[in-house]
C-alpha cells in the first residue's frame, strides 16, 4: 500500500480523491460535532460568540456535508 503524501496533489484525479478524502475522513466529522455543540449551547454561550438562539438552529439544522 502507498504511503499518503504529505502535501495534497495539485491537480487530475489524485488531487480529487485527496480532497475528497479530506472532506469525508476530516471536514465533515468536524461539522457534525460542531453542529451537535452548537445546539447545546446555552444563551449565555451563543451571545459570546455572537449568535442568537435562532441563527444557531438554523446552522446546526443544515446537513453535513454543507
Known sequence: MA???PFPPRSGVPALLW???WL??????QRC???TRLRAMTAH???DIGLTRC?????SRK???R
Not at 469525508?24 to 466529522?29: A, E
Not at 441563527?55 to 446552522?59: G, R, V
Open 19 to 21: 480532497r475528497w478524502g
Open 55 to 59: 441563527q444557531a438552529e438554523q446552522e
Open 24 to 29: 469525508v475522513l476530516v471536514i465533515w466529522p
Open 33 to 35: 460535532q460542531q453542529r
Open 63 to 65: 446537513p453535513f456535508w
Open 45 to 47: 454561550q451563543l451571545d
Open 3 to 5: 504511503a499518503i503524501p
